[in-house]
């Protein structure tokens, strides 16, 4: 969404070792909203999304676009609709990779990430507590 964050990628990419799998980072240069998103916005910023994806394509020779940030998720059925390649709506794709995970039944490496000492699960289960009564209001 805007070159504020890009510092943000370039490191991911970095720690991920995935640069050659990239070919451009850009941005439309609009400050992010994380309470609207993009909600009455659309008719500038998805064209400008769609800009700047075909360059990604074009220029860059991206054959994927992957959406930087849950915060264009709205974006992601115009932009598939219009481009020639796919889009990845990041959002959806962490979700199924989580239930991927825990469906084979994997969990993180108790070598390089062991139990706590002090575990707080009365705070995890406060937080799904309040979660789901917020829900269910």
Known sequence: MWPHWQHLYRKTIGELGV????ASVRWIDATPDNQA???GKESDIFPALEAIARRCIEED???VILLGSTTMHQSHAYLAERLSVPVVNPGPLTYKLAETVLGLGLTHSRAAYP???APRRDVIHAMLDAAEAHDQS
Do not use: P, Q, R, V
């Open 115 to 117: 139990t706590t000492l």
């Open 19 to 22: 640069e050659k799998h990239c």
């Open 37 to 39: 998103l993009m909600a």
């Open 61 to 63: 020779g991206a054959d």
